[in-house]
């Protein structure tokens, strides 16, 4: 694991190097180490995830200070949603640095979201632990910046199925359907397709690992192209 690569990467450079390797730890990598001593990611993603939420509740509040309670709680939580913090790690690179099992990684562990999202929590975690609240309120600001600006533009989603839902007038929503229109290879690694139509009109399609991706995948077509309903 290259430490101080990684520190340019992010703009933070520890003095407790350990912090930074417990951090990019992932749980896997335990069960192979011989090291009993060696500790995962999850307290220090646990510790971050609350200053991730803190960090961003004012950062909005600076940017919407007009918007009610009700809309900053909204734009939060798709801020911080595992979509955008593995966005974020992707950009950061965080999956190369990642210490995980040889299984977990041939599975590509390195790249699932879940893993990506937690290991941005830790780091920050591992942040305040070694520099305080500044040093993890200067990293996530700089590092959710994006999505924070997405959020304040209205094109930070989390959820393009409810989303689209929210676009349909409530007398109209019956007239979405998703059909799965075909499914391909082995039982342990199908890839679903599915079309999605609005009184018989087509308006997205998707694919997918499971039938729930490839409808929000769809969803997520339909709500990019700017379809508008009316009764």
Same mark, same amino acid.
């Given at each position: 694991?290259?430490?101080?690569?990684?520190?340019?990467?992010?703009?933070?450079?520890?003095?407790?190097?350990?912090? %930074?390797?417990?951090?990019?730890?992932?749980? =896997?990598? &335990?069960?192979?180490?011989?090291?009993?001593?060696?500790?995962?990611?999850?307290?220090?993603?646990?510790?971050?995830?609350?200053? %991730?939420? *803190?960090?961003?509740?004012?950062? %909005?509040?600076?940017?919407?200070?007009?918007?009610?309670?009700?809309?900053?709680?909204?734009?939060?939580?798709?801020? $911080?949603?595992?979509?955008? &913090?593995?966005?974020?790690?992707?950009?950061?690179?965080?999956?190369?640095?990642?210490?995980?099992?040889?299984?977990?990684?041939?599975?590509?562990?390195?790249? /699932?979201?879940?893993?990506? *999202?937690?290991?941005?929590?830790? $780091?920050?975690?591992?942040?305040?632990?070694?520099?305080?609240?500044?040093?993890?309120?200067?990293?996530?600001?700089?590092?959710?910046? =994006?999505?924070?600006?997405?959020?304040?533009?209205?094109?930070?989603?989390?959820?393009?199925?409810?989303? &689209?839902?929210?676009? $349909?007038?409530? /007398?109209?929503? %019956?007239?979405? /359907?998703?059909?799965? $229109?075909?499914?391909?290879?082995?039982?342990?690694?199908?890839?679903?397709?599915?079309?999605?139509?609005?009184?018989?009109?087509?308006?997205?399609?998707? =694919?997918? /690992?499971?039938?729930?991706? *490839?409808?929000?995948?769809?969803?997520?077509?339909?709500?990019?192209?700017?379809?508008?309903?009316? &009764?």
């Amino acid at each position: 694991m290259n430490i101080s690569e990684f520190e340019k990467a992010i703009g933070y450079t520890f003095k407790n190097k350990e912090l %930074l390797q417990r951090a990019l730890t992932h749980s =896997s990598f &335990l069960n192979q180490a011989k090291d009993r001593h060696l500790r995962n990611n999850e307290r220090l993603e646990f510790l971050g995830d609350a200053f %991730l939420d *803190a960090i961003v509740a004012v950062r %909005l509040c600076e940017v919407m200070p007009d918007a009610p309670e009700g809309v900053l709680t909204k734009e939060r939580a798709k801020v $911080v949603c595992e979509k955008s &913090l593995a966005e974020v790690g992707s950009d950061l690179g965080i999956g190369r640095y990642l210490r995980m099992s040889t299984g977990e990684a041939s599975c590509g562990g390195r790249e /699932k979201p879940a893993i990506v *999202a937690d290991a941005v929590e830790a $780091v920050i975690g591992a942040i305040f632990m070694d520099g305080g609240y500044a040093a993890a309120e200067d990293f996530v600001r700089t590092a959710m910046e =994006s999505q924070v600006k997405k959020a304040v533009e209205g094109k930070l989603i989390n959820d393009y199925k409810t989303e &689209l839902q929210e676009r $349909v007038p409530p /007398k109209c929503q %019956l007239k979405l /359907k998703y059909s799965v $229109v075909g499914e391909e290879g082995p039982d342990h690694a199908k890839t679903f397709h599915v079309e999605l139509t609005y009184d018989g009109r087509l308006i997205g399609r998707g =694919s997918g /690992k499971s039938k729930k991706e *490839a409808e929000m995948n769809a969803a997520r077509m339909a709500v990019e192209s700017g379809e508008s309903f009316v &009764l």
